[in-house]
């Protein structure tokens, strides 16, 4: 039995995701007509958060939201019946991985790896025996939030791109999940077509041998070096900025110039209180104010680089509406001011 290596999964309060389930979920319901705007305020989301280009949300954020849509809908299988009707293609780099593979085992392999640049929960691990292949599915974090429809959707979603890139209509053996089901067990079955196990220690997907075998038709060996290789960098991109305190940072980054760099409007952007905002940071071991002057100071490093760049330039670049109020903080900072920094030697990464 052999393990495959698996992304490196923060351990953060604060769990980030692509938001693929939720932004599904959310089209779903536009498309039945069904109004999300209440359901989203629940689940501290907005629909900017939601759109294609987004910098994500957190995890518990998404699993709130399919558990609210699934109740507004009165429908409890909602998350395998939103993974029934996606673009397997909105799932992005994971999809197109599994698409250029060789092979299934390939393919799963792959997910595996990079399950990272979708969803910081993710954890994911394959065993190998004589007949058949297990893929175990551990979802990091967020044991307080409800995840039946997640779980379920992703499933799915797993099983159908799989049958895509194949062009085979092949079902697992037999599928565990975590949480329990009272009813709707019938359709289950009709929907994921394998014996289906509730209660269960962890989620599992059982694939006979032959199934790993298969050839993926659209395998690509020189276009999955490319993809390889970008994965890789989304992977090092997000280890480099976990959890909230990540999120905070890109969207400090669009905003310093404008001077609307404040506490209430991030967390508002994030679909968050003010409170839980700063409850999470806390949780993170770091505040919004301490976020926003290291982020300052290493950009402030940054541009003196560029000697293109005015010091009244790098100060509007970082959200001071004075110059002076800039040199105080790069004095604070560095022991000097920006003007005789620019003329010294590069400081150390280590110092930013």
């Not at 052999?2 to 992304?7: A, E, L, N």
């Not at 690509?220 to 994965?231: G, M, R, T, V, W």
Request: aromatic share 6%.
């Amino acid at each position: 039995m052999r393990s495959v290596p698996q992304s490196e999964v923060p351990q953060s309060p604060f769990l980030w995701t692509r938001g693929i389930a939720a932004r599904e979920t959310l089209r779903y319901l536009d498309r039945d007509g069904i109004a999300a705007e209440a359901l989203l305020s629940k689940a501290q989301l907005s629909r900017g958060q939601l759109a294609q280009d987004s910098d994500g949300i957190s995890v518990a954020s998404q699993h709130r939201f399919l558990e609210f849509a699934a109740i507004e809908t009165n429908d409890p299988l909602l998350g395998l019946h939103v993974a029934a009707e996606m673009d397997l293609r909105d799932a992005g780099i994971l999809f197109y991985l599994a698409a250029a593979s060789a092979t299934v085992a390939e393919a799963l392999e792959h997910l595996v790896r990079y399950a990272g640049t979708a969803n910081e929960a993710l954890n994911l691990d394959i065993s190998r025996h004589k007949r058949e292949t297990v893929l175990t599915v551990r979802l990091i974090g967020g044991h307080d939030e409800p995840r039946r429809q997640f779980s379920e959707f992703i499933a799915l979603a797993v099983v159908r791109a799989l049958n895509r890139a194949t062009n085979r209509d092949f079902a697992p053996s037999r599928i565990t999940f975590a949480h329990t089901r009272n009813g709707g067990l019938r359709e289950i079955h009709r929907i994921l077509r394998c014996p289906v196990e509730f209660a269960q220690i962890t989620d599992s997907w059982v694939l006979p041998q032959s199934v790993m075998e298969l050839p993926i038709i659209s395998g690509d060996s020189h276009l999955l070096h490319i993809l390889e290789a970008h994965a890789d960098d989304l992977l090092s991109e997000r280890r480099a900025a976990t959890g909230l305190r990540g999120l905070v940072e890109n969207r400090l980054l669009s905003m310093l110039p404008s001077g609307r760099a404040q506490k209430a409007v991030i967390a508002q952007q994030l679909g968050m209180s003010v409170r839980s905002f700063t409850r999470h940071l806390t949780q993170e071991g770091t505040s919004f104010g301490e976020v926003l002057d290291s982020l300052r100071h290493h950009l402030a490093l940054r541009y003196l680089e560029d000697q293109r760049i005015s010091i009244q330039q790098i100060a509007w670049l970082l959200g001071y509406s004075e110059i002076g109020a800039f040199n105080h903080a790069f004095k604070r900072w560095t022991g000097t001011s920006p003007g005789r920094a620019r003329n010294l030697p590069p400081l150390p990464a280590s110092t930013c």
